[in-house]
């Protein structure tokens, strides 16, 4: 087997397990100084990752920030931001979303043997794509970021990507965010689906720290013997 990044999970959820609404806008739950640990905590780590859903869905930027983060890690030798990845089999990513807009660093898309083509027709201008296999396995994927220099992997979402990180045992760390407020429709997305977790009544997993902020908490668990509280 060979050697992978450090994989951090980093999730915020309603009170009852939802990532997400069931209207076209955003459903924003974390608060301001929350917003600012995850930028950190992005700084601090030199890939992200997120699920096609997630880049169709929420159009989300994965930029560090804070200047003075940024000027950090170029102080460091390194982009201003962490590479972004994604994962899809069908390659149905539109090249303009600000995934691939937006930022310098680079941008991996491990999609399915069977999409390649398509993907390399869409996005090869602005991504590196990679046939990462049939469906794609996250720890082939984890490996060969690990070869590309990735050290410590950001996975932010959505829940088909959490499951399958913790479900294959690959996560080494949990942030999870509890908003302090209801979703209360089923339809929503919630933080991971159906699966065989290692984690179960008889294999508790470690929670490290609880920490308030403002009107949220956030529970930090430790899933590996490599968690490590830099
Ligand atoms: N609250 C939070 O912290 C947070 C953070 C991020 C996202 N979210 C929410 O989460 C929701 C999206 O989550 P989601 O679970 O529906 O989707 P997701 O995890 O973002 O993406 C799922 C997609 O990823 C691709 N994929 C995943 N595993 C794959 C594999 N092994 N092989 C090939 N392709 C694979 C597929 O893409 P294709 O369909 O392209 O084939 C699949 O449809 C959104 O509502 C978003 O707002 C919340």
Redesign the pocket.
Known sequence: MGDRPYVLLS???SIDGY??GVTDERLL?SNDADFDRVDAVRAGCDAIL?????VR??NPRLLVRSPVRQAGRVARGLPPSPIKVT???????DPSANFFALGDSEKIVYC?SAAVDEAEARLGKVATVVDAGQ??D?RCLTEDLHDRGVRRLMV??????HT?FLTADLADELHLVVAPFFVGDSRA?RFVSDGRFPWNPDRRATLADVCQIGDVVLLRYALSERFCTD
Do not use: N, W
Not at 50 to 54: L, P, Y
Not at 87 to 93: D, E, I, M, P
Not at 156 to 161: L, Q, R
């Open positions: 999730c915020s959820m990532v997400d739950l997120v699920g096609a859903r997630t869905r929420d994962v899809t089999g069908r390659a149905q990513l399915a469906p794609v996250l932010e979402g959505g829940g088909t990507m399958q997305s």
